[in-house]
């Protein structure tokens, strides 16, 4: 691919900042909403491992989006340092599924066992995505961005960061589904009904947007690569 873009990926490239800068605003707008409510729920509780990871999902996200907008809004040809933006995200995806665990944790009566094997599994999907991610070779075939240039794009790689995360988010999917049919199937509460459906609808919104993240990265054009980075980060804000 030449280093020099034809039209239609400089479209393509728009497209995808306009979707970034886009999420940057709904990630505004959702804190603005939620934030009586976080004062209300984890302002005055007491400092553990839940609050800690909540507070760096919840802020951290603004810094990593801060700099995919710096990103997005560069010109083409002034390189920018990617390696803190990839930390920063990391740090805050790993938190914001650091909740999840804990919140189906607490669904299986906090079983130390399953606490033990979904902080394995946490750790080893973190390494594969890492070593993925920073791996020279050509995990995927298909298009790649232009060498020695700083175009908005990432490469095919990014998709298999995606199937990690999309296989872990499955498994935290699948164990809320099945503890809630295996021990609440008749249970009548509002409360527990509330909590297990609104757990799965959210698990259901985020491995959809990894889905596509993958679809996108693996498919799609690479200008299409960083479509909905903002919008990843910006999901996992809820958890």
């Known amino acids: 691919m ?21 999420s ?17 729920w984890t302002w005055f509780r007491s400092w553990d491992v839940t609050r800690v990871m909540f507070v760096i999902s919840r802020y951290l996200p603004f810094a990593g989006v801060g700099m995919t907008a710096y990103d997005a809004l560069r010109a083409s040809n002034q390189c920018a340092s990617t390696l803190e933006g990839n930390i920063i995200h990391i740090i805050g995806i790993v938190a914001a599924e ?11 009566q906090k079983s130390k066992r399953l606490l033990i094997g979904l902080l394995v599994y946490s750790a080893l999907t973190i390494t594969a995505a890492i070593a ?13 961005p232009p060498l020695n240039t700083c175009y908005f794009e990432s490469t095919r790689n990014g998709a298999v960061v995606y199937i990690f995360l999309a296989i872990f988010e499955s498994v935290i999917l699948f164990l809320t589904i099945y503890k809630r049919v295996h021990d609440y199937r008749d249970f009548r509460s509002g409360i527990v009904a509330t909590l297990y459906y609104d757990g799965i609808l959210y698990m259901l919104c985020i491995l959809t947007i990894t889905v596509a993240n993958v679809i996108i990265g693996a498919a799609l054009a690479s200008a299409y690569s960083n479509l909905f980075d903002t919008c990843v980060t910006g999901c996992t804000l809820t958890a």
């Open 24 to 40: 940057l605003a709904i990630l505004v707008f959702d804190y603005c909403i939620t934030f009586s409510e976080e004062v209300q």
């Open 132 to 144: 993925a991610d920073l791996s020279p070779t050509r995990l995927l075939p298909g298009e790649e």
């Open 98 to 108: 650091g909740l999840l665990i804990i919140r189906t944790w607490a669904f299986w």
């Open 2 to 22: 030449s280093s020099l873009l034809s039209v239609s990926d400089l479209a393509k490239l728009q497209t995808s900042k306009y979707v970034n800068l886009g």
